[in-house]
């Protein structure tokens, strides 16, 4: 299967967040009530404070966008400082004035809920190192569902430089493939030098479930990097 694929190489990550704000505001723009999967992770944060300068200045109107949880980790509560809900709602749901939201807790019940919005309108993603989308793990398959599942020990590594000395719980939540996939466009915010290899395996290897995000080219899919993650 073979899709759209828009590949938009930035000079730095300022220039990445401004530009995923400009298509992130555009398609909200088109469709006030869009529905929304949110990541959280560094990579989208510059692009979500962007956003909230412009709903602060009335350039964009978020009020009835709907975010939809991407994942989380188990056994923490909302106000815990590793909830990835709590970080969800600081970055993207208050800045942008967003009064609804759909919380990632019950696979059964997340996936009713996706369905009764009528699917998912825009999925944002981040790429893990292992070529991980949220926390589904390689290998994943494209019609993974929605589940709970052990971390990687490579995702343990790279989620441990958010937290300081508080672990990284080791058992997570995800929206499945099948969700991610089935979203009418999706947006992959890569940056860094780190990334530069599991992008192109993304993007230019196989379509594997030693790759998740391999998967992502049978979507909608916009890609912006900054220079550091593709050349």
């Given at each position: 299967?073979?899709?759209?694929?828009?590949?938009?190489?930035?000079?730095?990550?300022?220039?990445?967040?401004?530009?995923?704000?400009?298509?992130?505001?555009?398609?909200?723009?088109?469709?006030?009530?869009?529905?929304?999967?949110?990541?959280?992770?560094?990579?989208?944060?510059?692009?979500?404070?962007?956003?909230?300068?412009?709903?602060?200045?009335?350039?964009?109107?978020f009020s009835r966008?709907?975010?939809?949880?991407?994942?989380?980790?188990?056994?923490?509560?909302?106000?815990?400082p590793r909830s990835?809900?709590?970080?969800?709602?600081?970055?993207?749901?208050?800045?942008?004035?967003?009064?609804?939201?759909?919380?990632?807790?019950?696979?059964?019940?997340?996936?009713?809920?996706?369905?009764r919005l009528g699917?998912?309108?825009?999925?944002?993603?981040?790429?893990?190192?292992?070529?991980?989308?949220?926390?589904?793990?390689?290998?994943?398959?494209?019609?993974?569902?929605?589940?709970?599942?052990?971390?990687?020990?490579?995702?343990?590594?790279?989620?441990?430089?958010?937290?300081?000395?508080?672990?990284?719980?080791?058992?997570?939540?995800?929206?499945?493939?099948?969700?991610?996939?089935?979203?009418?466009?999706?947006?992959?915010?890569?940056?860094?030098?780190?990334?530069?290899?599991?992008?192109?395996?993304?993007?230019?290897?196989?379509?594997?479930?030693?790759?998740?995000?391999?998967?992502?080219?049978?979507?909608?899919?916009?890609?912006?990097?900054?220079?550091?993650?593709?050349?």
């Open positions: 299967m073979v899709s759209e694929v828009t590949l938009d190489i930035q000079p730095d990550a300022e220039r990445l967040a401004a530009a995923a704000a400009d298509y992130i505001a555009t398609r909200v723009r088109a469709k006030p009530d869009l529905s929304i999967l949110v990541a959280t992770g560094n990579t989208p944060m510059p692009a979500y404070a962007e956003l909230a300068r412009r709903v602060a200045v009335g350039a964009v109107d966008v709907t975010a939809v949880q991407l994942d989380e980790y188990l056994g923490v509560s909302g106000s815990d990835l809900w709590g970080w969800m709602e600081r970055s993207f749901v208050e800045p942008l004035g967003i009064t609804r939201a759909v919380r990632l807790e019950d696979p059964a019940q997340f996936e009713a809920e996706i369905a699917g998912l309108d825009l999925a944002i993603l981040g790429l893990g190192p292992n070529g991980h989308l949220g926390f589904n793990e390689p290998p994943s398959q494209p019609d993974a569902p929605t589940r709970t599942l052990e971390l990687t020990p490579a995702s343990l590594a790279s989620n441990a430089a958010y937290w300081g000395e508080l672990a990284v719980p080791t058992g997570a939540i995800t929206a499945g493939m099948d969700v991610i996939l089935a979203a009418r466009a999706c947006l992959l915010l890569v940056s860094g030098a780190h990334k530069r290899a599991i992008l192109r395996a993304a993007l230019e290897g196989p379509q594997t479930p030693a790759v998740p995000a391999s998967f992502l080219r049978r979507t909608a899919l916009t890609v912006i990097a900054d220079g550091a993650a593709w050349t």
